[in-house]
């Protein structure tokens, strides 16, 4: 099995689930509660550091990212991040209706959880749990943190 480097997170996805019918990667069934993050945001810190782009303050970007199909993240309670290739019932990945649905929401997922070169990978069966947003930190970081904006005299 080959993977190319044009192929998009369904087609990572594919392959690495099988190949020929057999797992090229070993999967683990877990469950996992934490938030739905951006992770473009996250791993960048365009938008300042991990809490300012985590919550309700961070809410909006994370729909536009999604949409704009940078995959969405699950950060675990456990501090793990899981980049969520697929949630049960969405045809799509980054950009699906459920993800959408789900940004910034701290969630219970129970799946498929694949190890490669240092990243996890999940493939959500069911969305156990939906606590909805749960991190709300507008007070300390606004509807977009200060730093956040950018500065042209610099």
Not at 32 to 52: F, Q
Not at 66 to 87: C, F, H, R, T
Not at 103 to 117: L, W
Not at 128 to 148: C, E, K, M, Q, R
Request: aromatic share 8%; proline share 4%.
């Amino acid at each position: 099995m080959f993977l190319t480097r044009s192929c998009g997170a369904l087609g990572l996805m594919a392959g690495v689930l099988t190949a020929g019918g057999s797992f090229a990667a070993e999967g683990t069934r877990i469950q996992v509660t934490g938030e739905i993050i951006d992770t473009w945001c996250y791993y960048s810190g365009v938008m300042g550091g991990p809490d300012a782009v985590r919550g309700s303050a961070h809410h909006t970007c994370a729909l536009w990212c999604s949409a704009g199909g940078i995959p969405v993240g699950l950060l675990g309670d456990d501090g793990e991040v899981y980049m969520v290739l697929k949630i049960a019932g969405d045809d799509g990945s980054a950009s699906g209706d459920t993800q959408l649905h789900l940004a910034s929401h701290e969630i219970t997922a129970d799946g498929m959880v694949y190890e490669r070169d240092g990243i996890k990978y999940l493939v959500v069966s069911e969305v156990v749990a939906d606590n909805d947003i749960t991190n709300l930190n507008h007070d300390d970081y606004g509807p977009v943190p200060s730093f956040a904006i950018p500065n042209p005299n610099k």
